[in-house]
């Protein structure tokens, strides 16, 4: 079977990504919420840096530069709202909250001082 760019670009490298940090193809719908928090900010910060080093390289005058750009920054959004969910899932707070995710740094310091729920109080 030959192997297309598109093909190679959007399954077999995202695959071998996802194998490389230890989170397997098969596996994605069974991640715990601490893998799935952890993926959702770290892919936030990824897409952020390529959305400022592709505004960075295409400059002002690339006339697809702006939906690029965007996309790549609203794929770093909904990443990050992805793995507020997760959080607030493991602190056993309704899912609602992950709107925090779109205030982005702020949002995330509220998540990570909202105390957990699911440790028994002492």
């Known amino acids: 079977m030959r192997v297309t760019r598109w093909r190679w670009l959007l399954v077999d490298v995202p695959a071998r990504l996802y194998k490389t940090i230890g989170v397997y193809t098969t596996n994605l719908g069974r991640m715990t919420d601490r893998t799935q928090s952890n993926l959702g900010v770290a892919l936030y910060f990824v897409f952020r840096l390529g959305a400022i080093a592709f505004a960075l390289q295409v400059g002002a005058d690339g006339p697809i530069a702006t939906p690029v750009f965007y996309s790549i920054f609203f794929a770093g959004t909904v990443s990050l709202v992805w793995g507020a969910r997760a959080q607030l899932r493991m602190k056993r707070y ?21 105390p957990d729920k699911s440790r028994p109080k002492r």
């Open 94 to 114: 309704p899912s609602w909250l992950a709107v925090l995710g779109l205030f982005e740094f702020p949002g995330l310091v509220v998540l990570a001082l909202l």
